[in-house]
């Protein structure tokens, strides 16, 4: 079983910035498609960015040019930096990882996935 842990969350008033990590120690296949989720109270879970080993990455359209998703050093990391936050963007979010049978997908990654506990993120003033 893959655990995955996140780390960094926290509260920022709005236009705040923060910086989310994941590690995914006990995966070891070659390839990988990595990704944040988040998910508000009564809110269905959003994808939110996506990157492969290949470091390609993919974005929903509410974070692109805030938010950036970035592979670690160490195998198996990923963050993701938050800049300008707002509102709507708290919510729990989460890592997930698997090994895709072909093109990194957020659909794919969310029904296929090994999953973190999460780490909440709100933006309040």
């Known amino acids: 079983q893959v655990q995955l842990a996140e780390s960094g969350g926290g509260s920022v008033q709005p236009g705040g910035s923060l910086r989310l990590s994941c590690v995914a120690p006990?995966?070891?296949?070659?390839?990988?498609?990595m990704g944040w989720f988040r998910q508000a109270p009564g809110e269905e879970r959003e994808g939110v960015a996506i990157?492969?080993?290949?470091?390609?990455?993919d974005y929903a359209d509410s974070v692109k040019g805030r938010f950036a998703i970035a592979s670690g050093n160490a195998k198996n990391t990923a963050s993701l930096q938050m800049y300008d936050l707002k509102p709507e963007d708290s919510a729990m979010y989460y890592c997930a990882i698997e090994a895709p049978l072909k093109d990194c997908s957020s659909d794919r990654l969310a029904s296929h996935g090994y999953w973190g506990q999460g780490t909440q993120v709100t933006v309040s003033s």
């Open positions: 990157i492969d080993s290949h470091g390609k990455t």
């Open positions: 006990g995966y070891t296949a070659r390839t990988y498609c």
